[in-house]
C-alpha cells in the first residue's frame, strides 16, 4: 500500500511529450487551455485532489476521479518502484531499482521503465508512482533499495532513462521524493537543514538532471521539512527552482498523507495535486485501525478561491497543468483499460537481465591449493556443493513498504513473527529458488542443503565438500531505517532472522575448502568475515528471475558487470553521522559537499568497497589518456580500453574529475561513463563527452551555476578508487 508516503523537456523528447504532427495540429497547450475553458470551478477542484485512500476500483495508491462529460479519464496511480505493488494482478516483481542503478547501464534503465509501464497500463493505470532518485546520504535509509545509489549524476541519468521508458507506453512517469528526504525515521516530522550549495549541487542535481533530460510529467514532494519548512509548501523549491527556473510544466503531487498542513500555503507555493486526497475535507476518517489526516485540496481549497486566498489563476494553473500532462502523455487520446493481461514471459525476461546485468562481484580470490579464482564455479565438473542459509531453498528476498512488490503466487517463506499494521515487518520472498537453479545449471554436482540454523554442523557440510556458497539477506522497508549495515539476525529482525548470519559466515569460512558469500541485500553491508572467504556476490533483492540469475553468474554463464552505485563502509563508525536519531527532529546536512564516496575521499577513510567497485571474470587495462576542451564548453576525455582477460566481458569506465582548488570541492566527483562491451583481447578507443554542467559548481551568492578556470584532473577507471589513468587540463 501507499502510505508514504518535471518539465523542462529537452529536445529530444518534445515530441513524446508534446505531441507531434502536421502544423495545422494543436499543440498540447492549445488543447489544454481549450478544455480548461470548459470547466466548472466544482470541476477544477475535482482535478487537483484524490478521491481517498481505497477509492479507485482497481485498486492501487489512489484516483483522482476524471470527468466524463468532457473526456478526462479517471486518473489511477499505482506504486512501481520495482515493480506494480497492486496485489492479485500477477504483476512481474522487477530487481529493486538499486540493483538497476548497479548495472550502470542507461538503456537498460529505459527497458526497465518501459517494462513496469506496460504492465501498469495493462492493469489500468495512467501514472507509475516510481521514479525513487533520493541520494543515499544515510545507506540505512529503510528506502535505499527504492532508490539509485550516493551520487546525483549516475542517479539522475538512469532516472531520465527509466521516465522516457515509462512515458513511451503512454503513463506518466514520477519523480520523488522531493527533496532531502533521506532517511524513514521521524520522517513526517524532521526538518533536513542543508545550505543551498550542497542542496543544489547534490540533493536537487538528480532531479534537476532526470527531469530535463527525461520529462516525467509528475513529480512527488516528500513529507519532511527542509530549511525548516515543509517541503509541500515551500515556495522555493515548487516554484522558484522547479517550475521556473527549470521550466517544469508538469503535474506537483504530494506525497500520501501528512505531507500538507495548510491550504493556502501550499496551493500558493505551488502544489498542483493533494493525495490521497478525501471526499470531505474537514472529517478525518480511518483505514482500519489507522487515524487518516484531515485534507486540505477538496472544499477547503475551493473556499480558498472563493475568498480569494488562492487566485483562481493559481487554481487554473494547476488544472492546466494536470490537462497538458494527460494530453502529452498521450492518456487523453487512449487511455488505458483496466483488466488486461500481464506479459509474465516479457517481464521475467527483463527482469531477469536487470538482475545479471546489477550484480556486482566484490570479491573473487584464489583459494589454497588453486592457481585460479573460485569463481566462476565449473559447471560439468563433477563437483559436492554444500549451499547454506538465506531460504536459497525456497526463494530470494525483496524490500517492504509502498516499494515492495507482491509475490504472483504465495510468499515462498513463512514469516517468524507475523505482524499487522501499515506496513508488515515480513518480507516477501519470490518463489526462485537458487537451490533448484544451481541443480539445474551444475547437474553433474552433487549438491546439498542447510538452512544455516546450525553454524556447527554447517561448517563440517562445509569441510566435507568442495564449494560452500553462502546465502545472507538483509531486509529494507518503507517506514522504518536500519540500526546497523551489519548482516541481521534473529535479534535485530526476529521477524525474517532465526540465526546470527555473520557468525554462521564466518564458521563456514573457517572449515570451507573454498567459501563463495552471496548476498541478497538493499543496501551497504559490513563483513567482519571478508578477509577469511574467498568470494564475494552481491546480489541485491534481484527479483522474480534471481535464483537463475544468480546461478549464471556463479557458473559464469553470465560474466559479471554490476559496479556499486553506493560505497561500502567497513563499519557503522565510519558513516558521516553515527546514528540515526529517534528524538532529534532536525538533520543537519553538516557534511556540506562532503557525501557518499566524497566524504570517504576527503575524510581519507578507507572503504570496504569504493563506489563504482566491482570485478569480472576477465581483466581491463586502461592506457593513453587524453583531454581535449571544446567550443561549446563540454570536455572529450579520450582512452584505450583493452579486455586483457580470456572471456567477453564489459566494464564501467568511470570518468571522473578534481576541480581547481578555488572551487572548494572534495578531491573529485563522478561526470560520466561508458558501458563499454569488449570480446577476450580486444582493444577499444573510447572517447567520452563531459558536459560542461558537470564541471560547474553552484555560486550561493549570485544562486547562479559557475565554471571555475583552472586545472581540472581528469581520472579514468574502473572505480572511483581506481587511478588507472589520469590527465590534466587548464581551462580559463
Same mark, same amino acid.
Given at each position: ?11 529530444? @523528447? ?6 507531434? $504532427? ?74 529493486? &531499482?538499486? +540493483? ?43 528506502? @535505499? ?8 549524476? /549516475? ?28 532517511? *524513514? ?47 509541500? *509548501? ?52 480511518? /483505514? ?10 477538496? %472544499? ?7 475568498? $480569494?486566498?488562492? &487566485? ?12 497538458? @500532462? ?30 545479471? %546485468? ?13 592457481? #585460479? ?23 530470494? =528476498? ?15 517463506? @513463512? ?22 537453479? =544451481?541443480?539445474? =545449471?551444475? &547437474? ?24 560452500? =556458497? ?5 531486509? %529494507? ?17 526476529? +521477524? ?49 528471475? $534471481? ?16 559496479? /556499486? &552505485? ?24 553538516? *557534511? ?92 577499444? #578507443? ?47
Amino acid at each position: 500500500m501507499h502510505l508514504k508516503r518535471p518539465l523542462v523537456i529537452a529536445l529530444v @523528447t518534445a515530441g513524446l511529450l508534446y505531441g507531434c $504532427g502536421g502544423d495545422d495540429a494543436p499543440t498540447v497547450d492549445q488543447q489544454a487551455s481549450a478544455l480548461l475553458a470548459k470547466m466548472t470551478l466544482d470541476e477544477k477542484i475535482q482535478l487537483v485532489h484524490g478521491a481517498g485512500y481505497g477509492v479507485s476500483p482497481i485498486g492501487g495508491a489512489g484516483i483522482v476521479k476524471g470527468i466524463p462529460r468532457l473526456g478526462i479519464p479517471d486518473i489511477t496511480s499505482a506504486d512501481s518502484a520495482g515493480g506494480v505493488n497492486v496485489e492479485g494482478v500477477n504483476a512481474t516483481p522487477y530487481p529493486a &531499482p538499486i +540493483a538497476l542503478a548497479a548495472s550502470w547501464d542507461p538503456s537498460l534503465a529505459h527497458d526497465y521503465g518501459a517494462s513496469i509501464a506496460a504492465e501498469l497500463r495493462a492493469l489500468g493505470f495512467v501514472e507509475g508512482l516510481g521514479g525513487g532518485v533520493n541520494l543515499a546520504r544515510e545507506p540505512r535509509n529503510g528506502r @535505499t533499495f527504492e532508490y539509485m545509489g550516493e551520487d546525483p549524476v /549516475l542517479a539522475g541519468n538512469l532516472l531520465a532513462q527509466r521516465s522516457l521508458g515509462t512515458q513511451s507506453q503512454k503513463v506518466i512517469a514520477t519523480v520523488k521524493h522531493f527533496a532531502a528526504n533521506d532517511q *524513514e525515521t521521524n520522517r513526517f516530522t524532521s526538518n533536513s537543514v542543508v545550505d543551498e550549495r550542497t542542496l543544489r549541487e547534490l540533493h536537487l542535481l538528480p532531479f534537476e538532471i532526470g527531469l530535463k533530460d527525461g520529462g516525467a510529467g509528475n513529480v512527488m514532494w516528500a513529507y519532511n521539512l527542509v530549511n525548516g519548512g515543509k517541503a509541500c *509548501e515551500s515556495s522555493y523549491l515548487l516554484t522558484d527552482v522547479l517550475k521556473n527556473e527549470w521550466g517544469f510544466k508538469g503535474i506537483v503531487q504530494s506525497d500520501w498523507f501528512f505531507a500538507v498542513t495548510d491550504t493556502v500555503r501550499a496551493a500558493n507555493a505551488g502544489l498542483d495535486e493533494e493525495q490521497a486526497g478525501s471526499s470531505d475535507d474537514y472529517t478525518a476518517a480511518t /483505514l482500519g485501525s489507522f487515524s487518516l489526516p484531515v485534507t486540505y485540496f477538496n %472544499q477547503k481549497l475551493k473556499a480558498a478561491v472563493q475568498a $480569494g486566498t488562492v &487566485p483562481l489563476a493559481r487554481l487554473d494553473d494547476m488544472v492546466l497543468r494536470k490537462l497538458r @500532462t494527460l494530453y502529452a502523455s498521450g492518456v487523453m487520446a487512449s487511455p488505458p483499460t483496466a483488466g488486461g493481461t500481464i506479459n509474465q514471459a516479457a517481464g521475467n525476461a527483463v527482469a531477469q537481465k536487470v538482475a545479471e %546485468q546489477s550484480m556486482v562481484l566484490l570479491k573473487n580470490a584464489v583459494a589454497s591449493g588453486d592457481t #585460479a579464482s573460485v569463481l566462476p564455479l565449473t559447471a560439468s565438473a563433477a563437483q559436492t556443493i554444500v549451499v547454506i542459509g538465506g531460504h536459497a531453498d525456497a526463494g530470494v =528476498i525483496s524490500g517492504g513498504g509502498s516499494g515492495a512488490v507482491p509475490a504472483r503466487d504465495g510468499n515462498a517463506v @513463512t514469516c517468524l513473527v507475523p505482524s499487522s499494521g501499515i506496513f508488515s515487518t515480513c518480507a516477501t520472498w519470490y518463489k526462485s529458488a537458487p537451490l533448484a537453479a =544451481i541443480r539445474a =545449471i551444475a &547437474p553433474n554436482a552433487t549438491v546439498t542443503y542447510l538452512d544455516g540454523s546450525d553454524a556447527t554442523a554447517a561448517a563440517a557440510a562445509a569441510a566435507a565438500a568442495d564449494v560452500a =556458497i553462502v546465502f545472507a539477506t538483509q531486509w %529494507q522497508t518503507e517506514g522504518t531505517d536500519l540500526s546497523s549495515l551489519s548482516l541481521p539476525n534473529n535479534t535485530t529482525d526476529p +521477524a525474517n532472522q532465526a540465526y546470527d548470519q555473520n557468525a554462521l559466515i564466518t564458521a563456514v569460512a573457517a572449515a570451507a575448502k573454498r567459501s563463495v558469500v552471496v548476498l541478497e541485500t538493499g543496501s551497504a553491508v559490513t563483513m567482519p568475515w571478508l578477509a577469511n572467504v574467498n568470494a564475494v556476490v552481491e546480489a541485491w533483492y534481484p527479483g522474480v528471475q $534471481g535464483g537463475p540469475a544468480i546461478a549464471n553468474v556463479l557458473f559464469g554463464a553470465v560474466n559479471p558487470s554490476g559496479k /556499486l &552505485p553506493l560505497t561500502f563502509p567497513q563499519s557503522d563508525s565510519d558513516l558521516l553521522q553515527a546514528s540515526i536519531s529517534a528524538t532529534d527532529l532536525t538533520v543537519n546536512y553538516s *557534511e556540506g559537499l562532503k557525501m557518499g564516496y566524497r566524504w570517504y575521499d576527503a575524510q581519507n577513510i578507507t572503504p570496504l568497497f569504493p563506489f563504482g567497485h566491482g570485478l569480472s571474470y576477465t581483466r581491463f587495462s586502461y592506457s593513453g589518456i587524453s583531454t581535449r576542451s571544446n567550443s561549446d564548453g563540454s570536455v572529450t576525455v579520450g582512452f584505450t580500453l583493452k579486455n586483457t582477460g580470456a572471456r567477453a566481458g564489459a566494464e564501467v569506465a568511470q570518468v571522473y574529475a578534481g576541480l581547481p582548488a578555488a572551487a572548494g570541492e572534495p578531491p573529485k566527483r563522478l561526470v560520466a561513463w561508458e558501458k563499454v562491451q569488449l570480446a577476450a583481447g580486444e582493444s577499444k #578507443a573510447v572517447s567520452i563527452t563531459v558536459k560542461p554542467e558537470r564541471l560547474s559548481i553552484w555560486n550561493a551568492t549570485t544562486h547562479r551555476w559557475q565554471t571555475l578556470s583552472g586545472s581540472y584532473n581528469f581520472v579514468v577507471g574502473g572505480s572511483s578508487r581506481d587511478s588507472a589513468q589520469s590527465s590534466l587540463l587548464s581551462r580559463s
